[in-house]
């Protein structure tokens, strides 16, 4: 399976932390995305690195990605009661189609 | 500008039933994915449309589902006989021709088999 690993699974923290997530996944990519999901809800498209960047930045988000390793992080600094939500780290195969190769995904939840 | 719509919102089927579950892209977006989720789980990527054109359905069940992206209209997702199995998020999601493009996600239909 292609499918990437993330973690933590579960991951708590208080109001103002930052939140930390990783993924790694398997084979080799032409970008890397990260989605958000609200209980019950649809995916929010949050961030796109490609495959030739190191780092990106957007408002409180902060992707990293290390193709070396496979794997790339996620933090969310001073965070809101409000992003409490699954995170999903998805990949590009390269391919063709462009179709997304999820990870299993981290659930965060920002104690107020 | 409508992001991407997907109907019905919730669909509760008898085993052995049909489910028909609908996607309107955004506008000017002509690629079409449909993915899976199994409660507690990450999306699943079943099948890739562009219009009238089925391009890559390596994670379509080899039974019962199909999908088709007609010439106008919505794309459909068609699964036949239902099981509980089936008992699923089903979330489209469209793109434009960009490359890299953004896929953008509909809200998703929730399945129930009963």
């Known amino acids: 399976s292609q499918q990437g690993e993330e973690d933590p699974q579960a991951l708590s923290i208080q109001e103002g932390e930052n939140a930390t997530m990783n993924c790694s996944y398997k084979?080799?990519?032409?970008?890397l995305q990260w989605y958000r999901q609200n209980s019950g809800r649809g995916l929010v498209h949050l961030i796109l690195?490609?495959?030739?960047?190191r780092e990106k930045h957007s408002g409180r988000l902060r992707v990293t990605l290390d193709t070396s390793k496979k794997s790339s992080s996620l933090l969310i600094t001073a965070s809101r009661a409000a992003d409490t939500a699954s995170y999903f780290c998805?990949?590009?195969?390269?391919?063709?189609?462009?179709?997304?190769?999820f990870g299993t995904g981290t659930l965060l939840a920002v104690q107020p | 500008n409508a992001g991407v719509m997907q109907n019905p919102r919730h669909l509760v089927r008898r085993r052995g039933q049909e489910a028909r579950l609908r996607c309107s892209p955004m506008k000017g977006h002509s690629h079409v994915y449909w993915y899976r989720q199994l409660p507690e789980e990450g999306l699943k990527f079943m099948v890739y449309?562009?219009?009238?054109?089925?391009?890559?359905e390596s994670g379509m069940p080899k039974e019962r589902f199909s999908a088709e992206f007609p010439k106008e209209g919505p794309s459909i997702l068609r699964i036949q006989q239902v099981v509980r199995g089936d008992s699923a998020a089903y979330f489209c999601?469209?793109?434009?021709?960009?490359?890299?493009?953004?896929?953008?996600f509909g809200p998703g239909t929730r399945l129930t088999v009963l």
């Open positions: 449309l562009q219009k009238e054109n089925i391009i890559d």
């Open positions: 999601a469209s793109s434009g021709t960009g490359f890299p493009d953004t896929q953008y």
């Open positions: 998805a990949t590009e195969d390269g391919g063709a189609t462009n179709k997304l190769i």
């Open positions: 690195i490609r495959s030739n960047e």
């Open positions: 084979t080799s990519i032409n970008n």
